[in-house]
């Protein structure tokens, strides 16, 4: 097993009790970005395809930042700034921190070079240690670390994502990996659905471990009787949509869905190519044939919403999905299993949800939205999630490309209905 790979799979090493100490998790996490860039060359690293995207240093000089800033320089005695000019290159979007690289512009980021930022993360990497060694922690800074690790983990998933947005845009049409051997293409699961009884529901995180801010408070939540599928949306059920005129009927689409369409001239999924009368699909693993079985991904909300509605369903909301995902355990085909793309679902069974974790997240009808009494942190820190709490739809559940551990039942993602350069699919819901 390469390093990168046993990285991927989380062989951190483990405390007695079991369960991986903070500061075991802190550095597994700060080692499995390196190792997740380690593919690529320092020109790879430096480019961004797109103004959602960001470079792969940005990437590693960003989420080291992070710990500088909000751990390292309010709680480490004595700590030596890197580079003061670091901060206005890697702060993303903290008003409160001051004034940035704009978003659009990191590509332009020659400088600091990829050595640089690779002795920049070795310099907080070895305060960090030093910071932990010193076993008696302030609760804020353990949930400052817990923070950090969460955050960079997030970073993981863009990092392979937003790698993937410039390879696809690149003549030579690069592969990130190589496919994992025992992936077959086969037919998925047969299109099912599981009916959930209505009622009165807590939802949201009941404050056991770490969970983001936009999680909670829990609170009641009114579900009526709905069913939802078995599995996600594939590939086939996608270009049996496209062959059936969806992105060319306009009585399917939101309004801003339509005017989107047309402007943007989408006649498919993001990444996919008309090829010999088929569609090719750019993917961390190369440019490949469409596989038909597996999950449709980097669709937006707006074309998850045309497709639900042209089959004759809804989306479902994120409570529907949070009460059907249940006690069911929180495992599935995330960067741990090393595909590196949604596969197809197993057949479980009447009655049993697969993908429900990993291979795609799922949009849901839901917008991010506050939950009743939720209040943002105050400071720096509390611009996390609440100040993104409009024109964005929830997604729930993970993708292939989200680090082990970063997923839960509750857990929020959010994007703009417009953006599909995620690992985005969909899964159908509708009323009993
Ligand atoms: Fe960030």
Known sequence: MSARDAALRDDAPRTEAGSPSLHNRLTATRQLSAELARPLSDEDQVVQANDDASPTKWHLAHTTWFFEAFLLKPFLQ???????????????????VGPRQPRAKRGLLTRPSGED?????????????????????????????????????????????????????????????????????????????????????????????????????RHEALIRPFKLANRCVTNGEWAAFIEDGGYATPTLWLADGWAT??????????????????????????????????????????????????????LPTEFEW??????????????????????????????????????????????????????????????YNGKFMCNQFVLRGGSCATPEGHIRKTYRNFFYPHQRWQFMGLRLAADQ
């Not at 890197?82 to 702060?91: A, I, Q, V």
């Not at 190519?273 to 750019?282: I, V, Y």
């Open 261 to 314: 369409v047309k402007a943007q001239g989408w006649t498919a999924p993001l990444y996919w190519e008309e090829a010999d009368g088929g569609f090719m699909q750019m993917s961390l693993l190369g440019f490949r044939p469409v596989d038909p079985g597996a999950p449709v991904g980097h669709v937006s909300y707006y074309e998850a919403d045309a497709f639900a509605r042209w089959a004759g369903y809804r």
């Open 117 to 217: 930022v690779r002795a920049y993360r070795e310099h907080v990497d070895a305060a960090l240690a030093n910071f932990c060694a010193n076993g008696d922690l302030p609760s804020a800074a353990q949930g400052l670390i817990e923070l950090g690790i969460n955050h960079e983990q997030q970073h993981q998933e863009l990092l392979l994502t937003d790698i993937l947005s410039l390879f696809a845009a690149e003549p030579l049409k690069p592969a990130y990996a190589r496919a994992s051997p025992g992936v077959a293409v086969a037919e998925a699961a047969p299109l099912d659905f599981v009916s959930v009884d209505g009622g009165i529901f807590d939802v949201g995180h009941d404050g056991e471990g770490f969970a983001y801010d936009n999680e909670g408070p």
């Open 78 to 96: 004595g700590y030596r700034v890197f580079d003061e000019s670091f901060e206005y290159c890697f702060n993303s979007y903290y008003e409160s």
């Open 322 to 383: 949070e009460v059907a995902a249940g006690g069911l355990p929180v495992t599935g085909r995330t960067l741990g299993a090393g595909h590196l793309r949604p596969v197809r679902a197993e057949a479980r069974g009447r009655g049993a949800l697969d993908q429900i974790y990993g291979d795609v997240w799922e949009w849901t009808g839901s917008a991010h939205l506050p939950y009743p009494g939720f209040k943002a942190a105050p400071g720096a820190v509390g611009e």
